[in-house]
């Protein structure tokens, strides 16, 4: 690649409201005791190379023109993704109850605001935190990425392939690297791919700046994160209870936390009953637009139902379930094409007011704003999260980050997971959520057989 200025456009990847970062730790434990094990020089020289030959924009930076937000690099000058190293004296037990507790300050890289302006542009899309034990038991890797740059499909495929060349070149020293999944860059444009349909997009809202963030707020309750285990015999009844509805198995899921967390709160507090309870579910629309799996991209929509507390509580589950099902087949090429102009428009806008010196409201996402009570779900259950083998084994356990956001829920594969899609199947299901302190999910008798644990932070 020549020494010119490239321009990687990340606008029409609906990256506006997703400008923050993602973090996640892996759990390697070193049981045959090797030497060299997961070494840092060898993952970082791997990561490297990964960069440098495939993911060229992974080493650039963020810069803002009026509008548009592109990704620059240069074919000769190359900003290494930040790695650091650190060396603790626990034991491989300790340090596996601090990748459960999601000890991030200790174990995941320091990074500064993912909010993209002409301020804060020298922005790292990816940083590593490599930390090892003096007995050499077991090692962490701490990857934070920025979500404006990659989705869940384009992070994992990403992790995977720099394992895969880190394998390749353990096993095949001095070879040139390989990896099994080449990446594209470029989102086409979704013009040419759908009508010009104008729909209502309940997902985002316009707020006064002063009251809100472009942030997750803690609120004023006490934010505890409990753990659900979904077995696969559990699994199995959700998909029979799924197809007498008509609906599909993470659809169900959706619906019965939905409901539930809707009767749990309003049951706290009945006075609350006309306040609003809000569903909303990230969906990856790559299979409607066409788009690769092996797009570098960050093609995500949040679809969303708002509806009064007490309406949801009184509901029959089977009907919470044709409501999440309405809400989440919205998410068409059209929708994401007209998701995408809506947002253009707003930026616009915002811009055009602020030149002007006029205060006006700003678009956010409708789940950080303020609501009694919340079901934001994201699901990662079908991502190849246990495949990252450097050379040394596939990870023991993989978390994703505590983050300290009412209604916050996450569908996350466990260990047992095979691979990738319908082979995960085979394997119990975990279930992160965050909720105010008083929710006790034992009270709910379609989800208390899923607890297992509440995590305190």
Known sequence: ???????????????????????????????????????????????????????????????????????????????????????????????????????????????????????????????????????????????????????????????????????????????????????????????????????????????????FTRVFLPGKDEIRENLLVISVEQQQELRRMAREFGVSFNTIICAIFWKEISVLRFRARPSTEEDLSLFTCATNPRAQLGLPKNLCASPVVNLAAPRPIGEIAAMELRDVALLVDETVAKGTAEYVYSSTRYLLEQRQREIGDEKSGVASDKLMLVYVCPAYAKCVVSSSRNFPIYQSDFGFGRPDYVRPPYLPFDGCLRIWPTPMSAGSGTSNNEAPLEIYVSLPDYVDFTQSPLLSPFVVSSLIH
Not at 53 to 71: C, H, L, N, S, T
């Open 1 to 211: 690649m020549g020494a010119g200025e490239v321009r990687y456009p990340v606008t029409n990847n609906i990256s506006y409201m997703y400008q923050v970062y993602c973090s996640y730790i892996m759990l390697y434990k070193n049981e045959a005791k090797q030497d060299g094990f997961m070494a840092a020089q060898h993952l970082q020289d791997g990561l490297n190379k990964l960069v440098r030959k495939y993911y060229q924009p992974v080493a650039g930076w963020f810069d803002v023109r009026g509008d548009e937000i592109d990704v620059v690099y240069y074919g000769d000058k190359f900003n290494d993704p930040p790695f650091s190293v650190q060396t603790l004296s626990i034991d491989g037990q300790e340090l596996a109850g601090e990748v459960y507790k999601s000890n991030v300050e200790l174990l995941v890289p320091e990074c500064r605001s993912g909010f993209i302006s002409r301020e804060n542009r020298e922005i790292p899309m990816f940083l590593v935190r490599a930390t090892y034990l003096e007995s050499g038991e077991a090692m962490t890797l701490g990857v934070t990425y920025h979500h404006s740059l990659m989705d869940g499909t384009a992070f994992w495929t990403f992790m995977n392939n720099w394992a895969c060349l880190c394998k390749h070149l353990y096993e095949c020293p001095g070879s040139a690297p390989m990896i099994p999944n080449a990446p594209t860059f470029g989102v086409p444009d979704l013009g040419r791919l759908c009508e010009d349909v104008g729909f209502e997009h309940s997902e985002y809202s316009l707020v006064d700046p002063s009251r």
